[in-house]
């Protein structure tokens, strides 16, 4: 496993394909590709495209049991060689620019790049199973698992007090 993300810049238009697994949360599988954007051999404009791959546990969003959650995810995104930033250049809209470190000896460090876009992967709304019941809104028992005998509260109460509000 790798604490860092380097690919060495593609040489006159040769893409440079990786497929590593960095050192995040017990192992992310990235598959990357770094190829020129055009046809010519010095384009600074370059395109960062691939697939990542992790496992993590989440929260459920009901019960707060833990959640085991594999994300599967491909991305692609531009980074200006120019400009060292992606900043002035014209992007598609929503597309983000990519954050980059130029290296000595033709390389790129890609690590700030990548981790965000593994962090903001990870799905905030999960539930441990479709029908989880939930806590109980009056003890806090994990009514999936604990027969505490409080009735449940009506969604139709919820959605009143709600309005109220
Ligand atoms: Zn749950
Ligand atoms: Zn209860």
Redesign the pocket.
């Known amino acids: 496993m790798e604490t860092s993300f380097v690919l060495d810049l593609p040489r006159k238009g040769v893409p440079v394909e990786a497929r590593r697994t960095l050192a995040w949360k017990g192992g992310a599988e990235l598959e990357t590709r770094l190829a020129p954007e055009t046809n010519a051999p010095d384009d600074p404009v370059l395109r960062l495209s691939g697939t990542y791959r992790f496992e993590t546990v989440v929260e459920c969003a009901r019960c707060l049991g833990d959640v085991q959650v594999t994300v599967e995810r491909t991305f692609e995104t531009r980074l200006d060689l120019a400009h060292e930033t992606s900043e002035a250049m014209d992007l598609e809209a929503g597309e983000e620019p990519a954050t980059f470190v130029r290296l000595p000896e033709e390389r790129i460090d890609l690590t700030a790049e990548i981790v965000a876009r593994l962090e903001l992967a990870i799905p905030e709304i999960v539930l441990c199973s479709p029908d989880c019941k939930g806590l109980?809104p009056?003890?806090?028992?994990n009514?999936n698992t604990d027969g505490?005998?409080?009735a449940p509260v009506p969604r139709m109460v919820e959605t009143e007090s709600l309005k109220g509000a």
């Open positions: 109980c009056v003890c806090g028992a009514r505490c005998g409080h």
